[in-house]
């Protein structure tokens, strides 16, 4: 159990919260919450830190942002009483298409696609960020065990003895284990002098989501297109937009600018181009956003009584759609490794118990880190003989249904 006391300050005549936890989360994003949720579950005592308070991160207006949930995600956030506080139901995806081409013309005719016989559940859930991060809050708040600082600046000692955070407001945290949830940037990793490799790729993704003409009946499309894969992801409908999708669009820096800028109906003219007629008439919804695409990942994921997870472990190109899955992966397996050695009761900063989380995590995840970034530049260009490469490669996974299914079990993460 965690313990908390009071203890005079003097001048200030204000009382210091001293927190004793077994585990402090730099980081209150999906990652770094659902790991605290998890581990109170099972009656690990946490605290989460973040610079940011949690309540406005939860935008009451839909703003068109959405994740990819995959079913070993989902039995995550099951395991961790966050995926029945969703304010609205995820919407499963239970077909993919994949296709190959270029703007404005039909696509391949050699096409790969994914459907309901190729697994016993779907492939995936979509559920709005904004749905999210209220369920993660709710979530938090109605645990006994999670003790939340946010919005707080704070400073971090880390020793063999221990893990003490100190909040410019006078509150501190004492902890067995650090943990570093607090994305690409990280502040803590940098404190950590952990060193990180980057890779940029030029390409910048348009995230916005549509309102469409026809139903999406649950499928999905992943279109490869020269300036980068172009997706559509069904989303639950509301009683203004009955049939709803998220966008994921890459493109060239310079040409993802310019179309994120257009007019509405130029905007909608070259979603067109790219989706086709297979929704019927499109009408953006909510606002554009535009984020840089880059790849990295930190040479270590441990240092004393530190680890890291998420994005501040690592990040990839999201042509896949696995960076919030993969940063997912991670809270599985540290949340096991820390709630049975918690059960033993160990000291949960043993670099014995981290090396172990890095031997399990970091390989994975590098795996995934390369396939990501040959996918891009196989798929990324015009190059006519790659064309036709990747061509002949979807049509022969089409064809194998072993192989297929086997693509889909590693995607899910089950």
């Known amino acids: 159990m965690s313990s908390t006391t009071e203890q005079s300050t003097g001048e200030q005549g204000r009382g210091e919260t001293v927190t004793d936890v077994a585990v402090c989360i730099i980081g209150a994003g999906p990652v770094g919450a659902t790991l605290a949720c998890r581990l109170a579950r099972d009656g690990v005592p946490v605290a989460v830190v973040d610079r940011a308070a949690l309540p406005p991160m939860e935008n009451p207006e839909f703003d068109g942002r959405a994740y990819a949930i995959a079913a070993g995600s989902k039995n995550l956030l099951a395991a961790a009483g966050v995926w029945e ?35 016993t559940q779907p492939f995936g859930w979509m559920a709005e960020a904004r749905a999210l991060r209220v369920a993660l809050n709710a979530t938090l708040h109605n645990s006994p065990l999670v003790t939340v600082l946010a919005p707080a600046d704070v400073s971090i000692v880390r020793n063999e003895n221990g893990v003490t955070v100190k909040a410019t407001d006078g509150r501190t945290i ?102 086709g007629d297979r929704l019927g008439d499109v009408t953006p919804v909510g606002r ?20 890291l997870a998420g994005d501040a472990a690592h990040g990839i190109h999201p042509i896949a759609g696995q960076g919030l899955n993969l ?18 009761g ?69």
């Not at 304010?87 to 994949?98: R, S």
């Open 85 to 119: 506080h969703l304010p609205q139901i995820a919407c499963p995806i239970e077909d993919i298409l994949v296709t190959d081409g270029r703007p404005g013309q039909p696509p391949s005719p050699l096409s790969l696609e994914f459907t309901r016989e190729d697994s």
């Open 174 to 275: 004492r902890a067995q284990l650090l943990v570093a949830a607090d994305g690409r940037g990280s502040r803590t990793r940098s404190q950590a002098g952990i060193p990180i490799t980057k890779l940029a790729y030029g390409q910048s993704g348009i995230v916005c989501a549509i309102a469409h003409e026809y139903p999406h009946d649950n499928g999905a499309l992943e279109h490869f297109l020269p300036g980068g894969p172009f997706a559509q992801l069904p989303m639950t409908g509301t009683a203004e937009h009955p049939n709803l999708s998220a966008i994921v669009w890459s493109e060239k820096d310079a040409m993802a600018r310019r179309i994120a800028a257009l007019p509405e109906e130029q905007f909608k003219r070259e979603l067109k181009r790219r989706i």
């Open 288 to 307: 554009r956003w535009v984020y840089p695409l880059a790849a990295q990942y930190a040479q270590r994921y441990t240092a004393t009584r530190l680890v």
């Open 327 to 344: 940063g997912f992966r991670d809270v599985i397996a540290l949340s096991d490794i820390l709630i049975t050695a918690h059960g033993k």
């Open 346 to 414: 160990e000291d949960l900063g043993n670099p014995a118990l981290l090396a172990r989380y890095q031997a399990r995590c970091r390989p994975a995840n590098m795996m995934m880190f390369v396939a990501t970034d040959a996918l891009d530049r196989l798929f990324s260009n015009d190059n006519p003989v790659l064309r036709l490469a990747r061509d002949v490669g979807i049509a022969t996974v089409q064809r194998l249904p072993r192989l297929r299914k086997a693509f889909v079990k590693h995607a899910m993460g089950v």
